[in-house]
């Protein structure tokens, strides 16, 4: 049947892609990952401060050479990411991206202990961003925005006068789980709410270029 080229037709403009995935038995991946991690933080202290700090407010950041650790869990993790972007790569709407593309992958670790977070940034220079949670912590519940990750309409005067029943100029807000990979455009606006609770809130962040 023939469709009436009379009917309205509505057309999403500017659509932002973001991907989640919650990856599968990754209970001994996070704990090699977390030793590893809090490993590396009690030999680098310095690292809370001075040139350490990016978006990170008193929290702890590793060097972006993480990948570079070629332990058996980072190796797989990275083999994770990778898939990931492979998938966003061959489910564009527009023009896929040729199967044999080049993907470099940086990272770093991110460690915050409770009324630590990350302000709002971005990844330039970079086409994704990503991360993936190795350990949320025990956060207290009487704080609901605990830790999570926020980003922001990247449409500046969206929320300026919405039409109802719409979301425009909206915030989406992630709960941390341990095992979730997030892959998002790098220029997208994030941020991290403080952490209030015991242990640590531990991620690793990637920067992803296609070459």
Do not use: C
């Not at 009917?7 to 704990?31: A, F, G, K, M, W």
């Not at 898939?83 to 991110?110: E, Y």
């Not at 005067?157 to 997030?182: D, H, Q, R, W």
């Amino acid at each position: 049947m023939t469709s009436n080229i009379n009917q309205p037709y509505i057309q999403s403009l500017y659509p932002t892609p973001l991907l989640r995935q919650q990856l599968p038995n990754t209970e001994t991946l996070n704990d090699d990952l977390l030793t590893t991690l809090l490993s590396l933080e009690r030999s680098e202290p310095h690292r809370r401060s001075g040139t350490a700090q990016k978006s990170n407010i008193a929290g702890w950041r590793s060097d972006e050479n993480l990948l570079t650790l070629g332990t058996p869990s980072v190796k797989t993790l990275t083999k994770h990411v990778t898939n990931a972007i492979t998938f966003l790569n061959q489910n564009r709407p527009l023009k896929k991206v040729p199967a044999g593309s080049g993907i470099d992958i940086f990272a770093w670790a991110n460690i915050n202990r409770s009324g630590e977070y990350n302000s709002a940034h971005i990844h330039p220079g970079f086409h994704w961003g990503a991360v993936y949670f190795v350990s949320t912590g025990e956060p207290e519940e009487s704080q609901p925005m605990n830790g999570l990750l926020e980003f922001h309409d990247p449409r500046p005067a969206a929320g300026m006068m919405v039409p109802p029943g719409y979301e425009f100029g909206n915030k989406l807000s992630i709960t941390p789980k341990e095992g979730m990979l997030v892959v998002f455009p790098s220029w997208l606006v994030h941020s991290v709410h403080p952490f209030f609770g015991k242990g640590a809130r531990v991620s690793i962040a990637f920067n992803i270029k296609i070459a």
